[in-house]
């Protein structure tokens, strides 16, 4: 995904933040803490300027008391460094830093007053103990917070470092909870703190609820409970605790594994249905027409590009660019494909090699024309929000919506695809003509019409599978070179003229592919499937389902 | 054979040379340029309007490399029908041995200054040489791997591929799938052969200085001897009945196998051969270039290499060579000159040639001229049936 969209989503999502953090303080005034004005908020700011840490520390707690909109995101600038007191006045401001200037900014309304030289205001500089306080404050005011999911972010923030004063802010939280996600996630944030402690009971009911947890830092709790010395014997000297602890740190474990399993299983199919976007579209033009198509990569990154071109259309309309981009990228890349066929293709046939060669030249001129009118440079196509973020399964297994709307998407193509060929008139003509040309001709069917339509219908469907690559990868010229030898291995590999063969191809080569990597790594997955592929057609040179009867003979 | 080889040998130059009017032209060119490129660089004063700069020696060289490759490709394609489209992962294979030579050349003159490692490994903080790289101190057992290494891939490839009788396109993808493979796999640090970087930062071969003139021309001179004993030897074979039988094997796969040829052995002996000459093209072209890099087995290198044959003429061996030289010199004047137009007269030249130009600028020469003169008729038709007759649409 692209750096710069991330970027993006990320300051979006904290404006967002920012406005819900804001209206709730405004609308719903819970009573915990004091609501403020502008100005006296100001004024205590102010009292952030002083010289002794022990001052600053007094200004902070002050702050922390007072309710204002504003007043997390003023800490959290303090912490990251970003607030500056401007030498001539005194008055404290956010500043951005550029090469040789800094932009002040209003702390209140993030306004640019003045632009300074770098001497001419200073960092209201922090030591590690303010540092210490803040992130406590900061915590403790998102766990006050109205929304479920900031108070879920920040419980698994504080998760990260168990300590005392952490887990007392913690124990406040967790009766008034009533959120039973946000709850459970208390839990094991405090009991990742009692696990350390010397009472056996305590101990031993923190390891029960970490058991209950399963994620990585339960396992590596449990782990530190079993940790030994250098004489190989266990620190821990109560029989039981260990006994437990063992049993425990089983049952995470085989959970665990449990949940690699499931993920590396989507992102295994995941990658499968990448491969069978892209695959489908050549299952189509190879397999029935006998026709090798090198420019299908570049269909499909006609697909990507204009699903970018129909974002720039409607910028205020993202959310629905992709559900448009989707036909408007099948009819583009489809268009295209007709006129490949109809303008190349067609003095070409019953010479495999030769459509291989003038299909490369084809993609060779799609790829500079993209260069040409777009930029050699990467283009990034924003994700709709429907599409991003994730489905938390659980603590330890979560699943992306790009991933999944993806997968989903793919196999309604394939549905539609099996559908056109087997219900419909122009499927029965194109299965008549890839069977036995002479005879369907005889019969009246129109071969050329039919070739036509196959090949347009082939690269409509790289374009679509275009629109879905361009959620999850960069749009760029070089984009379509990545998945044509991929695509190839597919077709090949599942049975050429064979969709079910594509279909079984593309999702084992994926889940194979994944479940490889963790093991090999990924460019030796990727080598090990090659080499297994070509292997495999050494053995079954017409892949998994071969094309029976008088067709597939030569 | 060894008999008909036997008459022959008596004057076997002339015997193959004879009736090719094409073949003693292309001759006769490639022995004056041998001849004149290498006086005029060194003889001819810089200022003069006729010196040949050192670049354009080294280009030439370069080219000659090609066009030895492309003679490689032919001979599968062409002569064979077998379209490799990862014949230039043999070129590479070549060049590694060959850069794997020169980097041991380097001895402790690299950064580091390591006298047993080359610097990409004191980089990777590695403390022994891997074992496959012993031995390529060595001149002689560099060379051997020149022709052992992709002569073995391919002779294991090939053995494997056309005993299961995987031909045409499918042939063809999995090629693209072994040269795509190797690509991946040298992209790895952990290979042991550079990585992405590859090898390079020579100094010196067989003791000579690779920047000197003299050298220069050396290898200048022999690519050109090679390019010329490649065709000579191509040649032969073409002419000899494992030629003929494998261009019965273009056209008939079937029939030549019920005649009762063992239609693998045939494949398997003409491909290994080829990819032999291509890792030799390898190992003249990195000295040269003073680089290789996993860039070189990229798949659109192999179809680039496909290019010149069909631009030449494939089924002529110099139609092979002019077209290596064609395309890579307009490649060379383009990318200098209008970057941007570069793939699109690529592309469309591939367009081109496959519709209008099947047989390649040759081809088109051969059949004006037989039509002036029916004698010299075209050496072979070329006629590619393997797939699908009854797609065609020529018996619509």
């Known amino acids: 995904m692209a750096k710069k969209y991330l970027m993006n989503s990320k300051q979006k999502s904290f404006i967002h933040f920012l406005m819900i953090l804001f209206l709730g303080m405004i609308f719903v005034s819970p009573g915990l ?5 502008d100005a006296d908020f100001r004024d205590s700011l102010s009292a952030l300027n002083q010289k002794k840490f022990t001052q600053k520390i007094q200004a902070i707690e002050k702050l922390a008391e007072f309710d204002h909109g504003k007043t997390r995101f003023v800490m959290q600038s303090l912490l990251d460094g970003n607030l500056f007191y401007r030498k001539s006045d005194k008055n404290i401001f956010i500043a951005e830093k550029t090469d040789t200037e800094l932009v002040l900014k209003d702390v209140i309304s993030l306004e640019v007053i003045d632009i300074v030289g770098k001497r001419d205001a200073r960092k209201i500089s922090v030591n590690n103990k303010i540092r210490k306080l803040l992130r406590l404050k900061i915590s403790a005011m998102s766990l006050s917070h109205s929304d479920p999911k900031v108070r879920h972010a920040a419980v ?50 923190a390891l029960d609820i970490l058991g209950e947890s399963s994620s990585l830092e339960s396992k590596y709790a449990v782990l530190a409970v079993l940790e030994k010395d250098s004489q190989a014997s266990y620190i821990e000297q109560d029989q039981e605790i260990i006994q437990h602890a063992k049993k425990i740190l089983d049952s995470i474990e085989t959970q665990l594994k449990f949940y690699g399993f499931l993920e590396t299983l989507f992102f295994g199919l995941s990658l499968g249905s990448v491969l069978l976007l892209a695959a489908i579209g050549l299952a189509i033009t190879f397999g029935v027409m006998g026709v090798i198509n090198m420019a299908h990569g570049e269909l499909i990154m006609l697909g990507a590009y204009t699903t970018y071109v129909i974002q720039l259309l409607m910028p205020n309309n993202i959310e629905y660019s992709v559900l448009v981009a989707i036909p408007a990228a099948f009819l583009v890349a489809g268009i295209v494909g007709i006129m490949i066929e109809r303008g190349i293709l067609q003095f070409l046939y019953g010479r495999p090699l030769e459509t291989l060669l003038a299909t490369f030249g084809v993609s060779l001129v799609l790829q500079q024309l993209v260069r040409s009118v777009f930029s050699p440079l990467n283009r990034s196509v924003e994700t709709p929000e429907w599409m991003s973020g994730a489905w938390q399964i659980n603590s330890t297994l979560a699943i992306t919506f790009n991933r999944l709307y993806i997968l989903l998407f793919c196999i309604f193509v394939f549905i539609m695809l099996l559908l056109i060929l087997k219900k419909t008139a122009l499927g029965l003509y194109i299965r008549a003509v890839s069977q036995n040309r002479q005879m369907a001709k005889a019969m009246g069917v129109r071969s050329e019409w039919v070739d036509a339509l196959t090949f347009g219908l082939g690269s409509g469907i790289a374009g679509v599978a275009g629109v879905a690559l361009s959620q999850l990868t960069n749009v760029g010229p070089n984009m379509g070179q990545a998945y044509i030898i991929d695509s190839f291995m597919v077709v090949v590999f599942g049975g050429v003229g064979n969709l079910w063969g594509t279909f079984i191809g593309a999702m084992s080569l994926g889940v194979v592919n994944k479940f490889l990597e963790p093991w090999s790594g990924a460019v030796l997955a990727k080598i090990l499937i090659l080499v297994f592929i070509i292997l495999f057609i050494q053995k079954r040179p017409r892949g998994l389902f071969p094309q029976k009867g008088r067709s597939a003979e030569n | 054979m060894t008999a008909q080889a ?84 043999f070129f590479a294979l070549g060049g590694y041995a060959m850069g794997m030579y020169l980097m041991r050349q380097i001895a402790d003159r690299g950064v580091y200054g390591n006298p047993e490692l080359p610097d990409f490994m004191v980089f990777l903080d590695w403390q022994e040489l891997p074992w496959f790289w012993y031995g390529f101190d060595q001149f002689w057992f560099a060379m051997l791997m020149v022709i052992l290494v992709p002569g073995l891939l391919a002779y294991i490839f090939g053995w494997l591929a056309f005993r299961s009788r995987v031909t045409g396109v499918y042939l063809s993808i999995i090629t693209q799938a072994l040269t795509y493979a190797l690509m991946l796999a040298f992209f790895r640090n952990e290979m042991g052969f550079g990585g992405n970087n590859g090898l390079t930062d020579f100094k010196d071969i067989l003791g000579y200085n690779l920047q000197d003139d003299s050298t220069r021309v050396a290898l200048f ?54 990819a032999v000459l291509a890792g030799i093209a390898g190992a003249l ?5 003073g680089i290789i890099n996993p ?53 469309g030249l591939f367009i081109f040639v496959t519709i209008f130009m099947p047989q390649g600028i040759v081809g088109l020469i051969a059949k004006l001229t037989s039509k002036k003169n029916p004698s010299s008729s075209p050496p072979i038709e070329n006629q590619f049936s393997e797939q699908k007759p009854w797609k065609s649409k020529a018996d619509a």
Not at chain 2, 225 to 251: E, H, P, Q, W
Not at chain 2, 285 to 289: E, L, S
């Open chain 2, 295 to 347: 860039g070189e087995f990229s798949p659109l290198n192999s179809i680039e290499l496909v290019v010149w044959v069909a631009v030449g003429g494939r089924g002529y061996l110099y139609g092979a060579v002019l077209g290596a030289f064609i395309v890579n010199f307009a490649k060379t004047y383009f990318t200098a000159v209008l970057p941007e137009v570069w793939l699109f007269a690529l592309g």
């Open chain 1, 33 to 37: 803490a004091n609501t403020i004005s």
């Open chain 2, 6 to 89: 036997h008459i022959k040998n008596k004057s076997l130059i002339t015997q193959l040379f004879m009736s090719d009017k094409g073949s003693q032209i292309f001759f006769a060119l490639l022995m004056t340029m041998t001849i004149v490129v290498p006086i005029l660089h060194l003889a001819v004063p810089a200022d003069s309007a006729l010196h040949v700069s050192a670049y354009t020696l080294t280009l030439l060289g370069k080219y000659l490399s090609f066009a030895l490759l492309a003679i490689a490709l032919d001979l599968v394609w062409g002569y064979c029908g077998i379209l490799s489209l990862g014949h230039a992962a």
């Open chain 1, 156 to 205: 698994k923030e504080m998760m990260k470092k168990p300590a005392l004063e952490t887990s007392n802010i913690l124990r406040q939280y967790v009766a008034s909870e009533n959120d039973e996600t946000v709850k459970n996630t208390l839990r094991v944030a405090i009991a990742l703190y009692d696990v350390k402690s010397d009472d056996k009971s305590i101990k031993l009911a």
């Open chain 2, 285 to 289: 072209y990195v000295p040269q270039v």
């Open chain 2, 221 to 274: 001179l022999a690519s050109a001897i090679m390019l010329i004993i490649g065709y000579t030897v191509a040649k032969f074979i073409i002419n000899s009945k494992l030629g003929r039988v494998t261009v019965a094997i273009r056209d008939a796969e079937d029939r030549a196998r019920f005649v009762g040829y063992k239609v693998e052995n045939y494949k398997l002996w003409v491909f290994t051969f080829s």
